[in-house]
């Protein structure tokens, strides 16, 4: 029988299909110790309060352990909680701001010359500081996609893959993203 030291080397997959066997929280501990810090700053990018990150984090956690058994390696763990903590992070601010945030259809006419390699160039160009201003003023939603792409470099098919939508519905969500910061940063924050 392993001991929990022996699951320290233990690939993500295999750790998590012995926690849905057994149930054992030792080993989630184990799991969460791996995960616990990225999960906690994604938590603060959305609180923006330590004690609410660290609530968030443990509610992450807990949900998790629920959920492991959903988990069906359709990507790495890793991309497939970073999901996790962001629709939980969502669900949060969308809850706490009372905001209704209305879904967009795609419609394919609009993707027309939407590319992940063509950027925008004034996108890039934005400084820091505004640029994380800008980010607290669009939609959880807006602000999810982009932190998928934009911090944790997840491709479009990763992306595709932890919305559980199209590549054109990512590409699309992407464009509109990119183009809201811009026009949040040009017109919010001079």
Request: proline share 1%.
């Amino acid at each position: 029988m392993k001991t929990i030291k022996d699951f320290s080397k233990v690939s993500d997959e295999d750790l998590i299909k012995s926690i849905v066997k057994t149930n054992d929280t030792l080993l989630f501990e184990v799991l969460y110790d791996r995960y616990a810090t990225v999960v906690y700053n994604k938590c603060y990018g959305f609180a923006k309060d330590e004690h609410e990150a660290k609530d968030l984090t443990q509610d992450v956690f807990l949900k998790l352990f629920v959920k492991l058994a959903s988990f069906k390696e359709r990507s790495k763990f890793s991309t497939w909680l970073y999901a996790f903590t962001y629709n939980h992070c969502v669900n949060y601010v969308t809850r706490n701001t009372a905001k209704k945030i209305e879904r967009q259809s795609v419609d394919y006419r609009d993707i027309e010359d939407v590319s992940e390699e063509k950027e925008d160039y004034s996108f890039h160009q934005m400084k820091v500081e505004k640029l994380k201003e800008a980010m607290d003023l669009i939609s959880p939603q807006e602000k999810m996609i982009l932190l998928l792409k934009y911090q944790d470099y997840l491709s479009i098919k990763e992306i595709e893959s932890v919305l559980g939508i199209g590549e054109s519905a990512v590409k699309m969500r992407l464009k509109r993203a990119k183009d809201r910061l811009v026009n949040v940063y040009r017109n919010n924050l001079k």
